[in-house]
């Protein structure tokens, strides 16, 4: 059996569109890649990382009535690293309600940070170890 670490953030979003624009790739920087202040998504440039594999991350915008539980458990791997997310939310006394998910391979963000806007909030949780 392999194991992997995965990087994960929860945030808060106004609204599932907002959190779309801010993960999802820019479709402009394949043409201007070569440019150092182009980033692959916004959610890149917060991490100040010019590029990274999307296929290597899972993200997503659930709705707030469910608990965490209903919200992220359909995501690759959930029975593995929900509980212990749960415990990493909890120690952290969060002021907002989680309705975004964001995890990448560890090693794919090589400074993962928190990011505080008017828009929105997103919290790095740390690394959750998984085995598949």
């Not at 791997?77 to 990493?88: G, I, M, S, Y």
């Amino acid at each position: 059996m392999n194991t992997q670490i995965l990087d994960f953030w929860v945030g808060n979003f106004n609204s599932e569109e907002e959190f779309d624009q801010f993960i999802e790739e820019d479709e402009n920087y394949y043409l201007n890649e070569e440019d150092d202040d182009n980033y692959i998504s916004k959610f890149a440039e917060s991490q100040d990382t010019v590029w990274f594999d999307n296929d290597l991350a899972e993200y997503g915008f659930e709705n707030l009535s469910k608990n965490i539980y209903e919200n992220f458990s359909e995501y690759s791997f959930a029975d593995q690293w929900l509980p212990e997310l749960v415990n990493k939310i909890n120690e952290l006394e969060l002021k907002f309600e989680i309705n975004s998910l964001l995890f990448v391979s560890q090693g794919q963000i090589p400074k993962p940070v928190s990011v505080e806007a008017e828009e929105f909030s997103l919290v790095y949780l740390g690394g959750i170890q998984i085995e598949y």
